[in-house]
């Protein structure tokens, strides 16, 4: 089992940074995949970037640029780097965890970013 707790959220104003963080309680060195998402009342969960245990990223259209995730196996912790933001970047934002042998994904609590106009 893996705990994932985030933090770094708060309220920002347009065209400003944040940097979430999400650490885990046990190593991530071998998890497949890290990944945060966001959600919005009424929208569903979307994926804002993920990273594989190689290091390869990926991010939606709508983000990239504009995040950089990455992950810190020895701290076991991975982070979202937030840069130009704007008021529809604000949302709930998960960590996940998942991992292709056991095919078993965890979920952080959230942590909200709000970022004003």
């Known amino acids: 089992q893996v705990q994932l707790v985030e933090s770094g959220g708060g309220l920002v104003q347009a065209g400003g940074s944040l940097r979430l963080s999400c650490t885990a309680s046990?190593?991530?060195?071998?998890?497949?995949?890290m990944a945060w998402y966001r959600q919005t009342p009424g929208k569903q969960r979307e994926l804002v970037a993920s990273?594989?245990?190689?290091?390869?990223?990926n991010y939606p259209a709508s983000v990239k640029g504009r995040v950089t995730i990455s992950r810190d196996n020895a701290k076991n912790t991975v982070y979202l780097q937030m840069n130009s933001l704007k008021p529809e970047d604000t949302a709930v934002y998960y960590c996940?965890?998942?991992?292709?042998?056991?095919?078993?994904?965890?979920w952080g609590q959230g942590t909200q970013v709000t970022v004003s106009s």
């Open positions: 046990r190593s991530i060195f071998s998890i497949s995949i």
């Open positions: 996940n965890s998942y991992d292709w042998n056991s095919r078993i994904g965890y």
């Open positions: 990273i594989s245990a190689g290091g390869t990223t």
